[in-house]
Each structure stands twice: as C-alpha cells, then as structure tokens.
C-alpha cells in the first residue's frame, strides 16, 4: 500500500509545484485584504488533489494494470483515503503556516479566529472527499464532479433558508459541543465512504 501512497503523490509532485505558486498568491490576499476566505481556499485547493489522482488513474487505466500485481481492491480503496489524510494535512499546515505569518505581518492578534476556521474547513474536507470518492468509483471523474455541484446546493440552500429565519448560531459557551458532534459525524461518513467505496470497488470490471 505504501508504493501505492507513493505512486500518487509522485503524480502530484508537478501538481504541488504549481500549487505553491497559487499558496503565495493566496497568502499575498490574505495579507493585503486580510481576508481569510483565502486560507480557506488553500484548504480545498490540497483537498481536490486526491480527486486529481483517481482521475490520472482513469486516463492511464492504472487500477487494470495494478491489479494484475499483488495488491488487493481493498488496498487499492484504502491507499486513495490516506492519500486524502495527507493532501488534507498539508493544506490545512500551509494554511496555519500562511494566517500566522500574516497575523504576525498585520500585528493582528486573531490567531486564534483563523486558527478555528482553518480548523472547520479542514474537517469539512473530510466531508467533501468522504461524499466524492466513492461517487467517482461509481460514476467516474466527470460525471461525479457534476453531481457533487448539484449536491452543494442543498446545504447552500439550507443555510440561505436559516439566515432568513434569523435562527440564533451556537453560542461560544457551547461551541465545543457543536465540533465535537461535527467530528464524530464527520468520523462515521468518513467510514460509511470507505465501505461503499469498496463495495462499489469490488463489484468494478476494468
């Protein structure tokens, strides 16, 4: 599983390469702006490049070549949600890395506010990529990134709908009470993916 981890962020490298130039504009925004919707667009930035590796493996046909080698469908499944963890990762750090340098530039002391919604964005990464890996296993690259726009705008709408009722948002009091219930629910899609993941692998024919 491991060649399998490194065979995708290989494929990224020249990805990663252009990405960094699209951090500095991001964080030269932010800085000048001081915006941190730009943080957050960094976030998903790294959070789309697992998409980009199962759509390279489409085009090369990989998963027929691959499975003619010792690895398993499961492994093959599992490699692309550890992969999903990393690029995560390094967009929520570069992130961090990005809104302290820019509070330190600003002599701002909201550290702590960007910090809470890097923190949000990253989990709600989690949630992005748990819905759309296995829609893409299903459907594939294309036709998966149409219905996950068409799906993004039952929550959009959800949220539009509550601020014209003037609904009152968790106090700060019980905010920890809300993150808490946001990561367990994000825990158990992130397991409910994986499985329909594989079945859907599974059953696959290539």
Known sequence: MKGLILKDLI????????????????????????????????????????????????????????????????????????????????????????????????????????????????????NLGSTMIPLIYKFETEKARLMLMFCALIPTALIFYIAQMDISLPGIDNAWVYVGLLIGLTVVGLIISINASLKIYQKKEF
Do not use: H
């Open 11 to 126: 494929n990224l490298k020249g990805l990663l390469k252009f990405q960094g130039i699209t951090i500095l504009v991001f964080a030269l925004m932010f800085i000048l702006m001081g915006n941190s919707f730009f943080l957050g667009m960094i976030i998903l930035m790294f959070a789309t490049m697992v998409i980009t590796t199962i759509s390279y493996d489409e085009v090369d046909k990989w998963d027929m070549y691959a499975l003619t080698m010792p690895v398993t469908r499961q492994e093959m499944v599992v490699s692309k949600y550890l992969v999903m963890i990393i690029v995560n990762s390094l967009g929520g750090m570069f992130a961090l890395i990005v809104g302290f340098i820019g509070a330190v530039i600003m002599r701002q002391t909201f550290f702590t506010e960007i910090a809470a919604m890097i923190g949000f964005i990253y989990i709600i990464t989690y």
